[in-house]
């Protein structure tokens, strides 16, 4: 299993993980389309595309090529003082991708990164415009945006970031909305928002949320209008509104944006995860005019921002979406998930299934145990990755309705323990 080329593996910090104790993993040595190939030759379908970014399966030919042909011009070059094609390309892509009105797009090495420059160009914005006390952020209960103390700080305080709470700027949090997307709504789930924001509005320079769709924290799916009345309540008050759509953008959750369910907008938004469709890091936050004209001077600048291969990489992966109906694609996944994973329920550690665009989730009692997960992995033929309280999948859009199936029957595995 663990390839110990010269005793490696006890070297290497995995995520979430023990440096004394490494925990078992695959070496996987090559991957194309729905397939990564593990160390012991067995070919198995990514039920995750390789933590929700490789949305169009593994190493997309074009997106490949494009890393390649940019590799051998430019790899790199500083974006301070000067620029380069690779960057003004996307750019033109993106905006044509991008809603309407958020127009300046600030690269960032990684979601995380993304998210600090969202947070901070609110604080500036908000200082620009002569309210510089509005230097606290409001989140939702159950939300994830990242690793980085920023994120942290308005990641869910009980989640995997609590023990952190001592280094972390105190931001406000308002409970994670009950009424479900697909129920019919409920006036009063918006209370505790409502009354936050009346009440710590003049400290709040933004809001940010992941919108619909709450994916590491909590793996659930709240109601468009929710967005709509936060959307209003912002405007009225003057506070900024980010939507984190790292996991949710290009095309996850059955809309190319999450935020297209509730046709609201917000003042800065984050993009990443799916950018590259899953080869090399690369993520964004976009803000209106309105935003960034303030701004006289951002000030963050990462060393590899923009960098030329991520960027010819982003181009590319961009225009997939143009390529095959990547929209029915998950329409069609959704409806498998839900017929297929509905009858789970009656597995007794089932506590609760949810479907949305291409997103399927078993949340369970229990968690099955990772000796467990890895024979399963090698039995089935399927990469899954249950964590917290959750199996579930996010696969590629190019998942045929074998795959689909295949992957609910291990995940029908994974959670019957
Ligand atoms: C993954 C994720 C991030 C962090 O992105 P990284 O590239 O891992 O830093 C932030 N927000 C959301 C919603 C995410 O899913």
Redesign the pocket.
């Given at each position: 299993m663990t390839n110990n080329l010269n005793g490696a593996a006890a070297h290497i910090w995995k995520p979430y993980a023990s440096a004394k104790n490494p925990p078992s993993t695959f070496n996987v040595s090559r991957s194309s389309g729905m397939t990564v190939v593990l160390d012991d030759g067995v070919e198995a379908l990514d039920g995750i595309s390789s933590?929700?970014c490789a949305s169009h399966g593994h190493a997309p030919k074009t997106v490949v090529d494009a890393i390649r042909q940019q590799a051998l011009k430019l790899p790199h070059v500083m974006f301070a003082g000067l620029s380069h094609e690779p960057a003004e390309a996307l750019t033109q892509t993106l905006l044509k991708v991008l809603p309407p009105g958020l127009d300046k797009i600030f690269y960032a090495d990684?979601?995380?990164?993304?998210?600090e420059c969202a947070l901070k160009m609110a604080i500036q914005y908000q200082r620009a415009v002569g309210r510089p006390e509005r230097n606290r952020i409001a989140a939702l209960k159950g939300g994830?945006?990242?690793?980085?103390i920023g994120?942290m700080s308005v990641s869910d305080p009980d989640g995997m970031h609590a023990m952190f709470q001592g280094l972390l700027p105190r931001q406000y949090f308002a409970p994670q909305p009950q009424c479900r997307f697909g129920q019919p709504w409920d006036e009063n789930d918006f209370d505790a928002m409502n009354a936050l924001l009346d009440e710590r509005g003049s400290e709040l320079a933004a809001v940010i949320v992941?919108p619909i769709f709450q994916?590491?924290n909590a793996m659930y799916f709240y109601h468009p209008e929710y967005l709509r009345r936060l959307r209003e309540e912002c405007n009225k008050r003057g506070i900024l509104l980010i939507f984190?759509?790292?996991?949710?953008g290009f095309g996850r959750t059955g809309e190319l944006w999450a935020q297209n369910y509730a046709g609201a907008k917000p003042d800065i938004m984050?993009i990443?995860?799916a950018l590259t469709a899953g080869t090399i890091?690369l993520?964004a936050a976009v803000a209106s005019s309105t935003v960034a004209d303030a701004i006289l001077a951002f000030m963050h600048g990462p060393t590899f921002m923009a960098n030329p291969l991520a960027c010819a990489a982003a181009k590319a992966a961009v225009e997939l979406l143009d390529c095959y109906d990547w929209r029915g694609n998950v329409k069609r996944i959704e409806s498998e998930l839900k017929a297929g994973l509905e009858p789970f329920r009656a597995i007794p550690n089932v506590r609760d299934v949810r479907v949305l665009g291409a997103v399927g989730v078993l949340e369970v009692k229990q968690l099955p145990c990772p000796d467990f997960v890895m024979k399963t992995v090698r039995e089935t033929g399927v990469w899954l990755r249950p964590y917290g309280k959750f199996v579930y999948t996010m696969p590629p859009f190019i998942a045929s309705t074998d795959d689909v199936r295949r992957i609910v029957a291990a995940m029908g595995v994974l959670a019957d323990v």
């Amino acid at each position: 299993m663990t390839n110990n080329l010269n005793g490696a593996a006890a070297h290497i910090w995995k995520p979430y993980a023990s440096a004394k104790n490494p925990p078992s993993t695959f070496n996987v040595s090559r991957s194309s389309g729905m397939t990564v190939v593990l160390d012991d030759g067995v070919e198995a379908l990514d039920g995750i595309s390789s933590w929700w970014c490789a949305s169009h399966g593994h190493a997309p030919k074009t997106v490949v090529d494009a890393i390649r042909q940019q590799a051998l011009k430019l790899p790199h070059v500083m974006f301070a003082g000067l620029s380069h094609e690779p960057a003004e390309a996307l750019t033109q892509t993106l905006l044509k991708v991008l809603p309407p009105g958020l127009d300046k797009i600030f690269y960032a090495d990684s979601g995380s990164v993304a998210v600090e420059c969202a947070l901070k160009m609110a604080i500036q914005y908000q200082r620009a415009v002569g309210r510089p006390e509005r230097n606290r952020i409001a989140a939702l209960k159950g939300g994830y945006h990242g690793d980085t103390i920023g994120a942290m700080s308005v990641s869910d305080p009980d989640g995997m970031h609590a023990m952190f709470q001592g280094l972390l700027p105190r931001q406000y949090f308002a409970p994670q909305p009950q009424c479900r997307f697909g129920q019919p709504w409920d006036e009063n789930d918006f209370d505790a928002m409502n009354a936050l924001l009346d009440e710590r509005g003049s400290e709040l320079a933004a809001v940010i949320v992941e919108p619909i769709f709450q994916g590491a924290n909590a793996m659930y799916f709240y109601h468009p209008e929710y967005l709509r009345r936060l959307r209003e309540e912002c405007n009225k008050r003057g506070i900024l509104l980010i939507f984190d759509e790292i996991a949710t953008g290009f095309g996850r959750t059955g809309e190319l944006w999450a935020q297209n369910y509730a046709g609201a907008k917000p003042d800065i938004m984050c993009i990443g995860k799916a950018l590259t469709a899953g080869t090399i890091t690369l993520a964004a936050a976009v803000a209106s005019s309105t935003v960034a004209d303030a701004i006289l001077a951002f000030m963050h600048g990462p060393t590899f921002m923009a960098n030329p291969l991520a960027c010819a990489a982003a181009k590319a992966a961009v225009e997939l979406l143009d390529c095959y109906d990547w929209r029915g694609n998950v329409k069609r996944i959704e409806s498998e998930l839900k017929a297929g994973l509905e009858p789970f329920r009656a597995i007794p550690n089932v506590r609760d299934v949810r479907v949305l665009g291409a997103v399927g989730v078993l949340e369970v009692k229990q968690l099955p145990c990772p000796d467990f997960v890895m024979k399963t992995v090698r039995e089935t033929g399927v990469w899954l990755r249950p964590y917290g309280k959750f199996v579930y999948t996010m696969p590629p859009f190019i998942a045929s309705t074998d795959d689909v199936r295949r992957i609910v029957a291990a995940m029908g595995v994974l959670a019957d323990v």
